[in-house]
């Protein structure tokens, strides 16, 4: 028999979760967020020694410590109920209750974490006699969830060590609802801090100066890094070396001059070095992230507008690529559109996934960045890390490797038939005769509605209303990257036989790709490489099986064009590409009663 723990505040009432939110310190009346760098707000703050009463000291913190106490009264009765007091919400009081009894059952909110991929930190661990780490370790486990709350618990109790909530958050009167158990809204469920968060760590080993110590290697740096997902538009960095008094290293958003073209914070951050100014620095490098416009799987950009609308707009929110200093979120270098240091007049579309990095010649500075966009497009941004380059032409291009927003003719497809790449390139290096090169692996399928063409019936609450029958299906695609082996690709010095420097791929489409490379025979690698090569790369449908039929064709009913939809990243094993894939007319759980939740098919 397991007996469960007890509900920790009926087992410890003085128990308290450990609190922080970034509200700046003269900022409580407005709820005005912290400069970057600033002190963390702890709610309450805490003394050396523990009170006696701690129901009763929180109490007495709400109405007198700094900041909180200038926080509106609606946001301080949110406060209460998720450091697990039971105080009901009540726009026209006019104080907090005079008492914080202990529910008897848990009052603590935590939402879903859809998105925010739980990740392990190691702060030590024990070494032995041959200095490899042991199973004798200090760990943590850090993930967000849609009630706003940035989570660490302790990995082998599962004790909550701290938990982080936006300023952005609170001052949001319906998302901040969600730290309240049981609080409800006509626009539920938000979003919450459900973004994808990344931890950089850096180690120390310390050898035993005795044979009755061990030998360890303790954490010298554990920052963490991430956004919100569909619950704002911003990234953070936090310093939670000590998980238990964690520090605010920045916050960089849309409602910054440096970062108005940023979007919802989807794009998963990447830890990288770079050479910038002639110092070598430690950067975040994100997406610009996501226009809430493609909801509708029919939006496309107008060729003119004021961009007061979706259907005016003419780029869209998030068309941009970022790389900030991972200490001070300043940021070194954007590639957009238009009005960046680096610029290329195709970036109009958001750019949602974790960038790929590549350090081309393993000198630990990554020179390329890989992504693709909601528009059926493929970028790579080469990075200038040569010493003595100045801080103006560390960009050194942003080339668009593929448009396949086409048909196999080369006309742009309308009415967002394009493909949208929701998740980052698979890159891999292959060496084929004397050649060299890169292959760009990518997969398409409408993330944001992912049931547009299935379910027919039964649709009550789904985007779109009624399931769409024009879309076409989705593909995965092998680009050939022929470019970045070149050794004056940054120099754009004469070629060594004298020919002038000229990039070899770019804008490439459909009509230059080999459809179902399976079917081929014969001298298969001559097609795509060497000087009789014709094909700048491939693609197949993700619903056709392995002989190239299409399953999903309108005629034999095995399934709807479109429905099957690439889920994550591709993965390159062993000369494989894997692609999960979404089939929503797969198994799934239907039941009997369609008013009651089901699941609709299934992941593969």
């Known amino acids: 028999t397991v007996t469960p723990q007890k509900y920790e505040y009926a087992a410890n009432p003085n128990g308290l979760r450990k609190l922080f939110t970034d509200v700046a310190a003269t900022g409580g009346t407005v709820l005005t967020g912290a400069s970057n760098g600033a002190s963390l707000l702890r709610i309450p703050e805490w003394p050396a020694t523990a009170p006696s009463n701690v129901p009763t000291y929180v109490l007495g913190k709400f109405g007198t410590q700094t900041t909180l106490k200038d926080m509106p009264l609606l946001t301080r009765q949110k406060l209460l109920n998720y450091l697990g007091y039971s105080v009901p919400l009540d726009e026209t009081a006019t104080a907090l209750p005079t008492t914080l009894p202990i529910p008897a059952t848990p009052h603590l909110a935590m939402g879903g974490s859809i998105h925010s991929f739980p990740v392990q930190m190691t702060y030590s661990g024990t070494l032995d006699a041959s200095g490899n780490l042991t199973s004798t370790r200090s760990q943590s486990i850090l993930y967000g969830t849609m009630e706003g709350g940035l989570h660490i618990v302790d990995s082998s109790t599962g004790v909550e060590q701290m938990v982080f909530v936006p300023a952005e958050l609170l001052r949001n009167t319906t998302a901040s609802k969600a730290l309240v158990k049981g609080e409800t809204d006509l626009t539920a469920p938000q979003a919450g801090l459900d973004g994808a968060w990344v931890a950089d760590s850096l180690y120390v080993a310390q050898k035993a100066s005795s044979s009755s110590e061990d030998s360890v290697v303790k954490a010298s740096r554990m920052n963490v890094y991430g956004g919100l997902r569909m619950g704002g538009e911003s990234y953070y960095g936090l310093n939670v070396l000590d998980p238990t008094s964690p520090k605010f290293l920045f916050r960089i958003g849309r409602d910054q001059t440096n970062f108005s073209r940023m979007g919802q914070s989807w794009s998963k951050p990447v830890l990288a070095n ?331």
């Not at 430690?282 to 939006?299: K, L, N, S």
């Not at 070629?495 to 490379?517: H, M, R, V």
């Open 274 to 604: 770079i050479r910038y100014n002639n110092e070598i620095r430690r950067v975040m490098i994100v997406g610009g992230g996501y226009d809430a416009c493609y909801e509708d799987p029919t939006f496309t950009l107008a060729a003119s507008g004021d961009n007061s609308s979706c259907t005016t707009k003419t780029k869209a929110q998030g068309n941009a690529v970022y790389v900030v200093d991972a200490t001070t979120g300043a940021r070194l270098w954007w590639t957009s559109d238009t009005g960046a240091d680096t610029n290329n007049t195709n970036m109009k579309h958001s750019i949602v996934s974790r960038i790929s990095a590549i350090d081309r010649n393993g000198d630990g500075l990554v020179d390329h960045l890989y992504f693709g966009d909601l528009g059926g497009q493929v970028f790579r941004a080469d990075l200038n890390n040569i010493a003595d380059t100045t801080t103006a032409n560390f960009g050194k291009r942003v080339v668009r490797l593929a448009n396949l927003a086409t048909d196999t003719a080369g006309t742009a497809l309308t009415t967002g038939k394009n493909p949208r790449f929701y998740e980052a390139p698979t890159v891999t290096i292959h060496d084929q005769g004397a050649t060299t090169f890169m292959l760009i692996g990518i997969a398409a399928g409408n993330r944001s509605t992912p049931l547009d063409v299935y379910p027919i019936i039964g649709r009550d609450g789904m985007s779109p209303t009624n399931a769409l029958n024009d879309r076409l299906v989705n593909n995965v695609y092998g680009i050939i990257d022929r470019d970045f082996i070149k050794r004056n690709l940054f120099t754009g010095a004469n070629n060594s036989d004298g020919t002038a420097f000229a990039l070899s791929t770019e804008n490439i489409n459909l009509s230059t790709l080999q459809k179902d490379p399976q079917k081929l025979s014969g001298n298969i690698p001559s097609m795509f490489i060497g000087t009789s090569a014709t094909k700048n790369g491939w693609y197949r449908s993700l619903s056709s099986n392995s002989a190239g039929t299409e399953r999903a064709d309108n005629v034999n009913g095995f399934r709807i064009p479109g429905g099957m939809k690439a889920f994550e990243e591709p993965i390159a094993l062993t000369g494989n590409l894997i692609v999960p894939v979404y089939d929503p007319q797969g198994t799934g759980i239907a039941p009997q009663n369609p008013c009651l939740p089901r699941v609709v098919g299934e992941t593969n």
